[in-house]
């Protein structure tokens, strides 16, 4: 490493033109070019996976719009599955999901509260909200087939409530819980601080300073985590099967009748190669994807600019 | 005094709404533990290492040590975990170097006017069910690789033993392309994402120095954002172990053997679950749904060991805007 | 490429190295500079001066094409190194960038090692055959970024643990290591103490000896101390140019005038 020092005065102008600047060598510029020449390779290979990711997403959409399309009809649309109708499945579908958001959104609104609220008083609760967000976590990497054995054998058989809207509305429920609460942390959280110490500041106890201020700012952002949530439980179906069981008529009852839903359609009738089980199975594809790609991408959206701080 | 009386109130509601998801947590793992208890109890560490489900329905029921199961079954859950490794592998391999082609495309070489809408794309993918993917899997896919794409490969790359013959039925293949497909905008998302939070700075400060594109990718983007990809790459595993629709749709039968090839017919054990729950419930013993419990328990631990790995490694990588609207 | 055919012409010293004739820029619609022409000498420090907002990091960063990739950038006219037109289509921006480096306004080292940091550039240019001289580079580019003796003992050890004036100087060594012609640095002390300003203003001093120096500055003492030439932008158009003592003892226009005595603080 012995190098004699540029400082101690050389000629700058002399052993300036004797250097070999690196952009005038000509093997530097060979490399260069090889160096481009993997660089338009490898914008090649992203281009080329892009293709390859959104050829199934147009295949799954074309083919599903198109036949489902073809398939649309009065008697498929308004008739029971006996008769090879969806309305029973449509409802019962409509039923599953209202029930489960009645119960998952002041469950998780609440919670959600908590944690953006109370949760920084003490190292008690600090811990105790760790806890929470980590559990919501795990919950939401569970798989929904074991929902659907706790609560086949917790509620359709314990409970007694038998394959029922209740039993499937619940477990729905549990697997929006996570996203509930994690949405509405967020939301509670993007109120800038100012407000929330300017209400206290007022007078406004803790409560008051939630309901009135917190709250009604968070709202869009806790709306859009409802609707994802939505799009979540309008898709599931594997836990459904052991709580809500189906029934090719009307729902009947919360408890001990059990409900339709048009992901059991799907599931059953892809497997039957009859045209009209087919039909009936590309109909509902082509509502559920409809419902669930719109819920879902205006949850994203929303959920995209709440994330940016 | 009143007002602060309604602060605690409050509190308190919210404290124990809040308590209410470590409450269905844990009674959700206590219901699959006590029911899985006669199976840990009866079938021992021969659950884990033997290849055997035989759960013998023909069989009577006989009593051993107190605990009841049906003569002549045996239940041993290799095959499972076998098919479920091996799909999700599959899955893994394919998505991974997809993923990030499309998280690169998105970041590094799309302007902004096309990245949008591709981004939202890939997005998309994430929203459609999975049942509708399962569908999608039995008459596009499932036939489309049986048909072509298995013999193509059994002909030609048979001297690789996991592509040598003989087809059956859509196998293995099959199951890891959908679940690929359906891990792919976890992959491309986060890391979307990680890579977009790279500084300018250093991106600038490659640039000046003469870096290609494809450099300043590989030198300083990839590395700054490395555990965030790591961490979506193991969420996209977690999701690819635990789907059950997609999978219960093309495993057919479930014939249980050990998979050599791509074609062997499989049963994960999500689709295994799903698919076989009223056959468990015709077993007098109760030994059959004993055992898919503990299955289910062996799922569990499997998928929250790898969540958790995944959301630890994607919190160091800072936190993401797409790990929030992900369902795993 | 036609940078490898164009012989390197030497000239005389006074011949404008760098030549920018009626260059408009724009981001989308917005103008941010307006009929610039400008030339700079080999061998000397240039400043550029203005107040806030007048375009100063805009026209440096159109010397080596760094803003070609920001979306709605683009610019009107002609910027030549060496009559080389370097918008011209036969020149490769990425290329460009190893003939003209730049030092940002706030350092910005890789999160590598000190050695790694400077070493990056030859690496990805292959600017050696053994490791030998590799280490000959990257001592050398230490020593002209006055960083050598400071750091010769713990290369090893993450840049990230310098200090930010060390961190300046070795993203001088790090520009210097691929061996530009021409340095440009974007108010390169404005984010280091007194101590660390008046080492960087001296390693520009010793740095026109081998390389073209231009240097956006809003320290008016600091560009009367480094710089030859000093150009002062306002608005987006160039003011007043001049050689730098009697820019700085006689301006002979108003508005440099009052900017000098420090009335004119932004746009
Ligand atoms: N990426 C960009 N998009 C749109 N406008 C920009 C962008 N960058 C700079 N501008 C605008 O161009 C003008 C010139 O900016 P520039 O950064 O060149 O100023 P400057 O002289 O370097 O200022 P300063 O001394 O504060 O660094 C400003 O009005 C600025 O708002
Ligand atoms: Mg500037």
């Known amino acids: 490493m012995q190098i004699e020092s540029e400082k101690d005065g050389e000629g700058p102008k002399g052993s300036d033109i004797a250097r070999k600047l690196p952009w005038q060598d000509p093997r530097v510029l060979f490399r260069y070019k090889l160096r481009r020449l993997a660089d338009k390779m490898v914008v090649a290979v992203t281009i080329l996976a892009v293709v390859v990711v959104l050829y199934p997403l147009l295949d799954i959409l074309f083919m599903f719009f198109y036949r489902g399309a073809l398939a649309i009809s009065i008697p498929r649309l308004t008739g029971l599955t006996l008769q090879f109708g969806l309305a029973n499945a449509i409802v019962g579908t409509l039923l599953l999901v209202s029930l489960s958001t009645i119960i998952a959104v002041p469950l998780g609104v609440l919670g959600g509260i908590y944690l953006a609220e109370f949760s920084a008083q003490d190292q008690m609760s600090k811990t105790f909200a760790g806890t929470v967000r980590f559990l919501s976590d795990v919950l939401s990497g569970m798989p929904s087939i074991l929902l659907g054995y706790v609560g086949f054998l917790i509620l359709v058989i314990d409970f007694g409530w038998g394959l029922s809207p209740l039993a499937g509305g619940l477990i729905l429920s549990i697997l929006m819980l996570p996203y509930v609460i994690k949405t509405t942390e967020l939301s509670i959280r993007k109120v800038p601080l100012k407000l929330r110490e300017a209400a206290t500041a007022l007078g406004a106890t803790k409560t008051q300073m939630v309901n009135r201020m917190t709250f009604p700012l968070a709202l869009p952002g806790i709306l859009t985590g409802i609707i994802l949530s939505m799009s979540i439980s309008i898709g599931e179906t594997a836990p459904l099967l052991f709580t809500a069981g189906f029934s090719n008529y009307y729902p009947c009852g919360l408890t001990n009748c059990q409900v339709g839903f048009l992901t059991y359609i799907i599931y059953t009738f892809a497997k039957i190669p009859t045209t009209d089980s087919l039909s009936l199975a590309y109909l509902s594809a082509f509502l559920l994807i409809s419902f669930s790609l719109v819920l879902n991408m205006t949850a994203r959206i929303g959920l995209r600019r709440l994330s940016k701080i | 005094m009143v007002k602060r009386y309604g602060d605690t109130v409050y509190k308190s509601l919210t404290l124990i709404v809040a308590a209410s998801s470590i409450l269905f947590i844990i009674s959700a793992v206590a219901v699959l533990l006590f029911n899985a208890y006669p199976s840990i109890i009866s079938n021992g560490l021969g659950f884990f290492t033997s290849a055997n489900w035989n759960p013998s329905l023909s069989g009577t029921v006989e009593t051993v040590n107190g605990i009841h199961r049906l003569t002549g079954s045996s239940f041993g859950i290799l095959v499972f975990i076998a098919d479920t490794l091996a799909s999700s592998a599959i899955a893994i391999l394919l998505a991974v170097p997809a993923g990030l082609g499309v998280a690169i495309f998105l970041t590094e070489v799309a302007p902004r006017r096309i990245a949008a809408p591709i981004s939202f794309m890939v997005e998309m993918l994430a929203g459609i069910p999975s049942v509708v993917y399962g569908f999608w899997g039995l008459i596009v896919l499932g036939p489309y690789l049986f048909n072509t794409v298995e013999p193509y490969l059994a002909e030609h790359l048979s001297f690789i033993p996991i592509f040598s013959g003989p087809i059956s039925s859509p196998g293995l293949l099959s199951a890891g392309i959908i679940l690929a497909i359906m891990i792919i905008p976890i992959v491309a998302s986060i890391s979307r994402d990680m890579m977009a939070r790279t500084p300018k700075e250093s991106r600038e400060g490659a640039k000046a120095l003469g870096l290609t594109r494809w450099e300043v990718t590989r030198r300083i983007v990839l590395p700054y954002a490395k555990t965030g990809i790591v961490g979506s790459i193991v969420l996209g595993l977690g999701r690819a172990l635990g789907e059950t629709m997609a999978v219960a749709m093309l495993a057919g039968s479930g014939v249980q053997v050990l998979p050599k090839s791509l074609y062997y017919p499989f049963s994960t054990i999500a689709s295994y679950m799903v698919l076989n729950l009223d056959a468990a419930l015709t077993d007098p013993s109760g030994m059959y749904l004993s055992a898919i419990m503990e299955l289910g328990l062996v799922l569990l631990a499997i998928t929250v060991t790898v969540n958790v790995a995944a959301r630890l490694l994607i919190k160091q990588g800072f936190a993401s805007s797409s790990e929030n609207v992900v369902r795993v | ?267």
């Open chain 3, 1 to 267: 490429m036609r940078e490898e055919s164009i012989p390197r012409n030497p000239g005389p010293v006074h011949e404008s190295y760098i030549k920018i004739q009626d260059l408009n820029a724009f981001y989308g619609n917005l103008q941010v500079l307006k009929n610039i022409r400008l030339d700079f000498q080999e061998h000397q420090v240039s400043a550029i001066m203005g107040p806030s907002g007048c375009g100063k990091t805009t026209l440096i960063r159109i010397l080596n094409r760094m803003n070609d990739d920001v979306p709605g950038f683009h610019i009107e006219g002609n910027v030549t190194i060496q009559s080389l037109d370097i918008y011209g289509r036969q020149v490769d921006p990425v290329l460009l960038k190893m003939r003209v480096g730049m030092v940002f306004q706030s350092p910005n080292p890789f999160p590598f090692s000190i050695y790694e940091n400077v070493a990056f550039g030859p690496k990805i240019h292959k600017l050696f055959k053994r490791k030998k001289e590799l280490n000959r580079i990257v001592k050398e580019s230490l020593q002209r970024a006055a960083l050598w003796d400071e750091v010769k003992d713990r290369l090893a050890e993450s840049a990230m643990k310098l200090s930010g004036g060390q961190q300046q100087r070795l993203c001088i060594a790090r520009a210097l290591a691929v061996q530009p012609e021409i340095l440009l640095m974007d108010e390169p002390a404005s984010a280091l103490d007194p101590g660390s300003t008046s080492k960087i203003e001296e390693l520009i001093v010793e740095l026109k000896q081998n390389y073209t120096v231009v240097i956006v500055t809003h320290n008016i003492q600091q560009a009367a101390r480094i710089a030859d030439s000093v150009v002062f932008l306002y608005k987006g158009e160039v003011v007043e140019t001049g050689r730098a003592p009697t820019f700085f003892e006689n301006p002979s226009n108003p508005m440099t005038e009052k900017y000098l005595s420090g009335q004119l603080s932004s746009v």
